[in-house]
């Protein structure tokens, strides 16, 4: 089984560039973030027509979330219980939820599309709201886990960090910005220290994930990893193979992120069709 993570930056805008990968690439299960639309507003028609299956979050044109899978989908959860909301309250002091997180269990493995908050600067209030988002995350991670032993999960996304100072181009340059304070990497560090396993990391894989779309900063190749597969020991058992698309942030029309691609030793109902390779 095939399992990839994308930040689409729009699916609207991309969805045909996203329907190609699907088939080039051989992917079972995609999970999407930024997608930027209501469920109503997803172009599902594209995606059936490939085979695939959808389910999306989404309440406005900022954010969303969706998994594609052309195998069934069960267990579907539009956030997580601790999940902070972010925003103006309503008359209760309710703070909105925003469509950062959907969950999904296929062929017994549990992945969540996550889309962890920007924080945008270490002074403004998103960039609490995105500690607090971590922690909550964490903590419904770990229960879960408990209520479900040796169950493979597998924690897919955006995660807007950059463990390492070799996940961006020049630490020099993000020096008092988001995504490499300490406060995030701990958070990052936190899952890690719950037996989470860096899927591409661990094997050795190198190279960004996002290249603003500014200043060339592609063909320049001054990115940022931040785009990551957290597999708990269960999933990284099944892991056979994983990479990093770097290819699909050229053409016309790119994403601002690529695909963070695993293939797992899992036999599904659709292996009978794969074409052979020699």
């Known amino acids: 089984m095939r399992i990839a993570t994308w930040n689409v930056n729009s699916i609207r805008t991309r969805k045909a560039r996203v329907v190609d990968f699907l088939s080039r690439a051989d992917i079972d299960v995609l999970a999407m973030q930024e997608i930027k639309c209501k469920p109503e507003q997803f172009p599902y028609e594209d995606f059936e027509a490939a085979g695939y299956e959808v389910i999306a979050h989404g309440t406005n044109q900022w954010n969303g979330v969706a998994i594609a899978s052309r195998l069934p989908i069960d267990d579907v959860t539009e956030g997580f ?166 290819d699909e942030r050229k053409g016309d029309g790119p994403s601002d992120h690529v695909p963070v691609v695993v293939e797992l030793d899992l036999e599904t109902e659709l292996d009978d069709d794969r074409p052979m390779i020699f």
């Open 81 to 246: 219980p601790s999940q902070p909301g972010f925003g103006k309250a309503d008359a209760s002091g309710a703070l909105p939820l925003e469509a950062r997180a959907l969950g999904a269990e296929v062929e017994g493995v549990h992945v969540w599309s996550l889309y962890v908050p920007n924080g945008r600067e270490l002074t403004h209030p998103h960039y609490d709201y995105k500690l607090e988002w971590l922690r909550a995350l964490r903590a419904d991670t770990a229960l879960w886990r408990e209520q479900h032993p040796g169950s493979p999960i597998a924690l897919m996304g955006d995660f807007n960090i950059a463990p390492l100072d070799i996940d961006v181009w020049d630490r020099e340059f993000f020096e008092g910005r988001t995504h490499v304070s300490e406060p995030e990497r701990d958070a990052f560090r936190g899952f890690l220290a719950d037996g989470f396993v860096d899927i591409t990391r661990d094997r050795g894989i190198e190279g960004y994930t996002y290249w603003d779309y500014q200043q060339l900063r592609f063909p320049r190749n001054e990115g940022m990893r931040i785009d990551f597969v957290l597999g708990s020991p269960e999933f990284d058992e099944l892991v056979v193979d994983a990479s990093i698309e770097r």
